[in-house]
């Protein structure tokens, strides 16, 4: 504790270098939260991927479901469950968002904020119950609507499927919309919409020249987070379905903690390309997001 | 940790008590220099004290118990045993710990804090603490334990009644009770009579028919799979036609995702559960009408997993993990296995002698369907029919 070097904040001529190696020292945690988390298991799952499970030679045989259409399927189901409940979930909560901001109703507002927040956090088994017991084969709905002569399942609903788990996920994701969509509908100012009442605007022309425009990056990053949030979800969908829908997450736990399947270089590969598919998402969702700050900083 | 050795003494002290080399005036007073508690001297003078009442010569004379009284006298003097991986609420393990207090009265140790290992757990206890004196292991466990040198030779008093499959030649395992996979049947939404495999294709049974878990890591889905080889031209040997019978559920739309568990039976989520029976039996008795619940075997067969009881090779009271395998494979704790909906090894000894207790024969499916039910314990079988699904089954799910 005796380094008079770095107590010596007194230093004039030095003070521009000290100040830069005191901002990288803050930066340090974050750093190394950053490198243990992130670039240490992304590198990992790269050597991994490209190296024999059993033997520990260099291989490309990893990346081979690339090629088996059987192997691709955990990517279409996982592809087509993120894209329909993003779709479910975007809509739904942008119109909810809208709503509780047009309310002005701050008791309202603060209600329907404090259970979005619950709401977008509750998943993994319980939430998987909690449908079992809805809208499973025997669930209450399910009943309800078989009394007054609906019966879904003959009709082709069934909760152990995609279709079923579209609507597991948007019971988060549409809170999650609103969430993420509250800050911007709310900086929306409404001099905007008053100064094109005044240039003569009707109610369409400001929302397609105005409105929409502003809103349409904060909308767009939005779902993209809403997709990767789907993407990557597993314990709801393995409580629900115990791995008979076959999704990404679910065949990467297979190969690593599976008794049979164990193949942890596969599993890294399977990693690498769900990895990619977030790394689009996020990416773009950080490209979108600079765009529309210019408009919405308040 | 601090508490080691003091632990350490009072075992020193119980034991020499027990086996009367120390009187009760010097067993006190070692306990005081401890430091103890009054109520915490009284508790282990109390726990020792019905220990060292029955002399070897009083055991002697209890010549109706399992166990030589040569073997209980030593066990005695052992002054208790450890156990790991023996919960009381398993397959009724509770009422063979009554039996043991009540015959031997000798301390059960290890069951709070080690009861709940799984059979991999038991045996890094064994291997690293050299704690537990006796466990009880899965199949491929006991195997495993003998290859790597933890477990004793032991052939207890009943061995020529174990079938040659269910123990190990040189007396490192044997088995004590099995499972078989059986159908578990919600008879207030099925209508139609099940008896066999053919039968869960019954378009009536659409979303109606379940496995307990993920076939490639549940042990429990995974025999199911495997029964129902047995069941349409396969067998012991050949999987495959299980995992074709499966893949012919999927895709009547029969088969549920939904997993047969507890919860999943007794609210009719899944009406045709295909799990181990005992798991069934106490799902009905459980239900008590509500649903009302079947358990049935097979007509063409099903398959039964082991479980075997092992002696740790270093154990602290090899004397007292005889005497327990003495127990546990006596008629009377037998019977208690099958109390508990797990069939005892000796099963059809028992059976063929009318031992049964019609009661208890009630409550179970008929001994006649049991025939048909194979054991398996051959670990090259098992390991080859897991490679054989690892690949099948990604069929199945995504096809």
């Not at chain 1, 009943?143 to 609906?150: K, P």
């Not at chain 2, 009719?268 to 008795?285: H, S, T």
């Not at chain 2, 002696?311 to 007292?320: G, L, Q, S, V």
Request: neutral net charge.
């Amino acid at each position: 504790m005796s380094s008079p070097a770095v107590w010596n904040i007194a230093g004039a001529p030095s003070a521009a270098r000290s100040r830069g190696g005191r901002a990288a020292l803050a930066l340090f945690p974050f750093a190394a939260l950053i490198t243990a988390f992130l670039l240490v298991p992304t590198a990992s799952l790269i050597w991994g991927s490209f190296h024999d499970s059993k033997t520990g030679a260099l291989t490309f045989a990893n990346y081979a479901y690339l090629s088996h259409p059987l192997d691709l399927v955990p990517f279409r189901n996982s592809l087509e469950l993120s894209l329909a409940s993003t779709i479910l979930g975007g809509i739904v909560g942008l119109l909810i968002a809208q709503a509780i901001v047009s309310s002005h109703n701050s008791i309202v507002q603060e209600i329907a904020t404090t259970f979005s927040s619950v709401a977008a956090n509750f998943a993994g088994v319980p939430l998987a119950f909690a449908f079992i017991a809805t809208l499973g084969a025997n669930g209450l709905l399910t009943r309800v609507l078989l009394g007054s002569g609906i019966d879904i399942y003959s009709g082709g609903f069934k909760l152990y499927s995609v279709l079923g788990l579209t609507v597991v996920y948007a019971y988060w994701e549409i809170p999650l919309m609103v969430l993420v969509m509250l800050p911007p509908l709310q900086a929306m100012k409404a001099s905007w919409r008053e100064a094109a009442e005044i240039l003569g605007a009707s109610r369409w022309q400001y929302l397609r020249s105005v409105a929409i425009p502003i809103l349409m990056t904060p909308i767009i990053s939005s779902l993209l987070l809403l997709y990767a949030n789907a993407f990557g979800a597993y314990a709801t969908a393995y409580g629900l379905t115990t791995g008979f829908v076959s999704l990404v997450p679910i065949q990467i736990s297979n190969l690593i903690n599976g008794d049979i399947t164990y193949d942890p270089g596969q599993a890294d590969a399977l990693a690498i390309g769900l990895a990619v598919i977030m790394a689009v998402c996020i990416g773009a969702r950080a490209l979108l997001e600079r765009r529309s700050s210019r408009w919405l900083s308040r | 940790m601090a508490n080691d050795p003091m632990l350490a003494r009072i075992d020193e002290l119980s034991s020499a008590f027990t086996a009367r080399q120390i009187d009760r005036r010097q067993f006190l007073k070692g306990l005081a220099v401890l430091g103890l508690s009054l109520p915490a001297i009284n508790l282990i003078v109390a726990a020792c004290s019905s220990a060292a009442t029955a002399s070897p010569s009083a055991a002697a004379s209890m010549a109706n118990l399992p166990g030589t009284a040569a073997l209980i006298a030593a066990a005695k003097a052992e002054g208790s045993i450890y156990q790991t991986g023996i919960p009381p609420e398993w397959v009724n393990y509770q009422g063979i710990f009554d039996l043991w207090k009540q015959d031997y009265g000798i301390p059960i140790n290890g069951t709070s804090t080690e009861g709940e290992y799984s059979s991999g757990q038991e045996l890094d206890s064994i291997k690293n603490t050299g704690k537990p004196d006796v466990g009880d292991v899965g199949i491929s466990f006991a195997v495993q334990a003998k290859q790597q040198g933890l477990s004793a030779p032991y052939k207890n008093s009943y061995w020529a009644d174990i079938p040659g499959t269910a123990k190990d030649a040189d007396g490192y395992w044997c088995c004590n009770y099995w499972g078989a996979q059986a159908f578990v049947i919600n008879t207030d939404a099925v209508k139609i009579t099940i008896k066999d495999w053919k039968d869960l294709l019954d378009p009536s049974l659409k979303n109606a028919v379940g496995i307990d878990g993920d076939p490639t890591k549940a042990n429990d889905s995974f025999f199911a799979v495997w029964s129902a080889a047995v069941g349409n031209g396969g067998g012991i040997d050949n999987i495959q036609p299980g995992i074709d019978f499966m893949n012919q559920l999927q895709q009547s739309g029969n088969l549920t995702a939904a997993r047969a568990s507890s919860a999943n039976v007794l609210s009719g989520e899944v009406k045709v559960a295909i799990k181990w029976d005992y798991l069934g039996l106490a799902d009905r008795d459980t239900a008590a009408g509500a649903p009302n619940i079947a358990v049935t075997i097979p007509a063409s067969g099903s398959l039964a997993s082991p479980y075997a009881d092992i002696i740790a090779a270093k154990a602290p009271h090899p004397n007292a993990a005889k005497l327990w395998q003495e127990l546990i494979y006596s008629d009377a704790a037998q019977l208690l296995f099958l109390k508990g909906y797990a069939h005892p090894i000796r099963y059809d000894v028992l059976n063929t002698a009318g031992k049964i207790p019609a009661d208890l024969a009630a409550k179970l499916p008929s001994a006649d369907l049991y025939k048909n039910v194979t054991l398996v314990t051959d670990i090259t079988k098992i390991t080859a029919a897991q490679t054989t699904l690892g690949t099948g089954w990604t069929i199945v799910i995504n096809s």
